[in-house]
């Protein structure tokens, strides 16, 4: 079959050089993956295109790319789902990392984002002989984020990431997850307060939902994340503007049937954070003056009753 590919060269090593792109086509396989045809246009057309790959079976995590504006790695993506009549398709390098040349970006930020959370086990205690046995049960808890191979395609496309290079990013929080999970980690209740208190910790995710698109080993980064929230709040960090939203939200539903903008800003930033009250102030004259300041007392749903049973009927089964 025929394929098209359009590729983004850029050697940032060369003096003046800018991102360009350029076409190439080529016969290949039917069942061929987009990191074949790459190898291919590399040893038969072109040379000088710069790729990383090695496992060539989705394990080893290094031939992330943007394919038509969404990360993939490219060993596990067939030509031929994706354009199957010769279509063209766009190949980027990932984003929210620094290109090293063409296709090949560095890792640097990433593990610097994985190191942020220290990505190892710290024991309180050694067991006095023998091993510490920890029940297969919690292991399995784990699975999740161990299947996680460093890829960076979550990171590539994490929208927070996008506007804030500070966010430890979603690989990041679900390496930190795996360790807060793990019963012989003696350090959960300092990386839950961590995570809650840094300024880029987990309360900076928007649940864009775009790690949980793009990781090929099902790891839900974003899923981890909530789970941290949820675990930073049971151990009592409820600090956060993050937390507060959250709280605010859940009530103003369960009491009108649906949400109290006006309260929810406040309740946010904080009764008495009076400077960020203030700020808000102008947003508030700016909304008003074009007839989008919401209500002062909320409107409220016609079947609030039933909403609020339905909240009654999730909190009796969490207990
Ligand atoms: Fe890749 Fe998924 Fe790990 Fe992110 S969480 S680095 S997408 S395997
Ligand atoms: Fe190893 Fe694609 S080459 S994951």
Redesign the pocket.
Known sequence: MQTNLKVKRFNPGEPGAQPVFQEYSLDIHPDSTILDALVTVREEVDGTLALRCSCRASIC?SCGMRINGRARLVCKTRVADLAPNGEQLIVEPMGNQRVVKDLIVSLDTFFDQINRVRPYLQPDSVPESGEFLASNESMTNLLTSMN????????SDCTVLEVDSNFIG??AL?KAWRFTEDPRDGERDSRLKILNDEDGGIWDCTRCMQ?VE????E?A?MDRIMELRDAAIEAGYKNTSGYRHTESFYKSVKKNGRLDESRLAIDSTGWTNIPGLLDLAPVGLKAMMKGKLPPIRPHKAEDKEKIKNAYEKVEGERK
């Open positions: 995590g996680c191979i460093m890829c960076g395609c979550c990171v979603p690989a679900a790690c793009v990781c090929p080993k790891v980064p």
